[in-house]
Structures are given as structure tokens and as C-alpha cells.
């Protein structure tokens, strides 16, 4: 077995694996990040429906956000997530230790609840989060497709972990550039969150990934063929691709980095 396996108190032969590489990593967010922007545009095409149809996409957005008079578009309403000072202090976000991930609370609806209209409670697990549900027809393909976009926004918010412990593995190589294994562990020993966050980031990368969002969801805008009988708002409603940049910008990157920091400030017992 190569030396790294056999074992060892230190950090470099604890953290020594390197199944995958930061390239990787941004590859899968990459897919991820088309995944979202694709399924956030088909969802918004149900707000174009005729207004009966238009019912069960309100009732979604009602659960993302009560006060929401806007016709479910989740652009908009992820965007309305974001208005208190700090997204972690939003009441519909919750940290969940045991997934080290942010979840959206009560915003994943089960069939029941759709179909019978019920209260809240009745399919949740007791703390607010609500079950995912069974899909049994195509007249719920907008309730599935809310549901694909949190998972998958879920899913990219936790590989923030993975993003963390290799940038580690980075600074154990000797290839932090700035970042030395003593300076990382100084900051994680002293409790120094906003250092061990400039350490996390990436601006150029950051760049890259909100274009991606822009142009993605500019494309896809562009494949939709307006019909006559939308209306200016609905119009603009779809063709708005800064609200990619404003979700990513305001809430998904910002969240994937918190869980990036928790996980580095959660190393200490990896630095000597
Ligand atoms: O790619 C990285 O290095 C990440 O940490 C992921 C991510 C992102 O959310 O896409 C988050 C923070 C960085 O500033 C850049 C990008």
C-alpha cells in the first residue's frame, strides 16, 4: 500500500487521499450550476400559463416565501430569500450540522400536501422540513421541478465540504501559494472566520461561475419562443438573466463559502 494509506497522526498522512482535484470539484459545480439555471428557467415558464394552470405554481411560491404576490417565479423568489443582512439569518435557512449544509426549510412539498392543500404539519418530520413527496402525474411536473431545484441547489451548497478539505490538502502539499499549513492552522486555532474566508475565496473563480449563470441562462431565454398571448411582464419575466447573477452573486456562492468556512474552522483537531 503507498505510504499515505498506512495510517499516521499528522495531517498530511490523514488528509493525504487525492481521489479528486480542485478542477474536478469545479467541473462538477459547473454541471450542477446548468442544472440549476435549466431546471430555475423551465420553472419559470410555468408562470406563463394561463391563469387557472398558474394555481399550483402560486401555491409554491406561497411556501417559499408567504408574502410573495409574485406569480411563482423562483428567480424571483430565491432572490426574495436573500433580503435579510446575512442569508444564514433568513428564517427559511437553517444550518444542518449533520448534512454541514444549509436546507431550506418547508420548501420542499410532498404530493399530500399539494394535492389535499393541507396545513404545514401534517407531512413534515416535526422540525419544519418537509418531506419530499411522491410525484404521480405530469400535472406535477412544476411541484417535481421545485423540487429538482432545491435538491440540486442542496447538492452544490454541500460540495462546499469537499471544496474545503481539498483546498486543506492544498496547504498540507505546500501548494497554498500565500497560505502556509501554519498560517491556515493559526487562523482555524484562533477562530479567525473572516481570515480563514479570504482564504477560501476565489474571486477570479467567482467571476467565472456568475458569467457561466449569465450566459447559461441567457441561452436557454433565448431558446424560448415567446407566443403572442404573453404580455410584456411575462416577457421580462424570462428574459432577465441578471437574476442568474443576483442568485449566484447574493446567495449561492456566499452560501457554498459558509460551508466551506465551517468546514475549515471544523479542522483543528487536523493542525498540531
Ligand atoms: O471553486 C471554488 O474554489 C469554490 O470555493 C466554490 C465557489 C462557488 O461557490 O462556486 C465558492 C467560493 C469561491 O470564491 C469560488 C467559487
Request: charged fraction near 30%.
Amino acid at each position: 500500500a503507498p505510504a499515505e494509506n498506512q495510517g499516521g497522526a499528522s495531517a498530511a498522512a490523514f488528509w493525504s487521499h487525492k481521489d479528486y482535484t480542485l478542477d474536478d470539484l469545479r467541473s462538477a459545480f459547473d454541471s450542477l450550476d446548468r442544472s440549476i439555471i435549466y431546471s430555475l428557467l423551465s420553472r419559470s415558464q410555468l408562470g406563463m400559463m394561463p391563469d387557472n394552470e398558474k394555481d399550483s405554481v402560486r401555491k409554491a411560491s406561497k411556501i417559499l416565501d408567504p408574502e410573495s404576490k409574485l406569480p411563482g417565479h423562483p428567480l424571483y423568489v430565491y432572490q426574495d430569500l436573500g433580503k435579510g443582512d446575512r442569508w444564514g439569518d433568513h428564517d427559511k435557512l437553517r444550518f444542518d450540522q449533520s448534512l454541514e449544509s444549509y436546507v431550506f426549510d418547508q420548501v420542499v412539498p410532498s404530493w399530500t400536501k399539494a394535492r389535499a392543500g393541507n396545513g404545514q404539519e401534517e407531512n413534515t418530520d416535526g422540525q419544519g422540513l418537509v418531506k419530499p413527496g411522491i410525484i404521480e402525474n405530469a400535472d406535477d411536473l412544476g411541484w417535481l421541478n421545485s423540487m429538482l431545484s432545491i435538491d440540486i441547489l442542496n447538492t452544490r451548497i454541500r460540495l462546499g465540504r469537499k471544496t474545503a478539505l481539498i483546498k486543506f490538502q492544498q496547504v498540507v502539499d505546500g501548494k497554498g501559494g500565500d497560505y502556509s499549513l501554519d498560517r491556515v492552522c493559526g487562523m482555524i486555532k484562533s477562530g479567525d472566520e473572516s481570515g480563514i474566508r479570504t482564504f477560501a475565496r476565489d474571486g477570479e473563480r467567482e467571476l467565472v461561475v456568475i458569467q457561466n449563470a449569465r450566459r447559461m441562462a441567457f441561452y436557454w431565454t433565448m431558446m424560448v419562443k415567446p407566443d403572442a398571448s404573453f404580455d410584456e411582464q411575462d416577457r421580462k419575466k424570462i428574459l432577465e438573466p441578471s437574476l442568474a447573477e443576483i442568485m449566484y452573486n447574493g446567495f449561492v456562492i456566499p452560501l457554498t463559502t459558509d460551508v466551506e468556512v465551517r468546514t475549515l474552522m471544523g479542522l483543528k483537531d487536523k493542525c498540531n
